[in-house]
């Protein structure tokens, strides 16, 4: 069983600085791409940032040049490195992952989500 488990949000002043994590545990498993999103009261589900297995990369126009996905293989891990925080950025942050497992008919893939982590940029 695949479980993402994310760290790192929390409360930050407009123009400061916070570092999403999410873990993969499990076993038995490869990774494709790895998404974050986020939503924010009210509105719908935004993808912020994606990030493939080798590496590249794709943003919102809301926060280019702000954020930054990146992953750990090894560690089967995706971070969020999120600058120039700006209260329109408060939101759930959740991570995303496509898991492909080996089965005897050939590889599945699996869409797993995190339990989501509240980011909130006072002014």
């Known amino acids: 069983q695949v479980q993402l488990v994310e760290s790192g949000g929390g409360l930050v002043q407009a123009g400061g600085s916070l570092t999403l994590s999410c873990a993969a545990s499990g076993s038995g498993f490869s990774i494709n791409n790895m998404d974050w999103y986020r939503q924010a009261p009210g509105k719908q589900r935004e993808l912020v940032a994606a990030?493939?297995?080798?590496?590249?990369?794709n943003y919102a126009d809301s926060v280019k040049g702000r954020f930054t996905i990146s992953r750990d293989n090894a560690k089967n891990t995706v971070y969020l490195q999120m600058n120039s925080l700006k209260p329109e950025d408060t939101a759930v942050y959740r991570c995303?992952?496509?898991?492909?497992?080996?089965?005897?008919?050939?590889?599945?893939?699996?869409?797993?989500w995190g339990q989501g982590t509240q980011v909130t940029v006072s002014s």
């Open positions: 995303n992952a496509h898991i492909q497992v080996a089965r005897v008919a050939g590889v599945v893939t699996y869409n797993y």
């Open positions: 990030i493939t297995s080798d590496g590249s990369t």
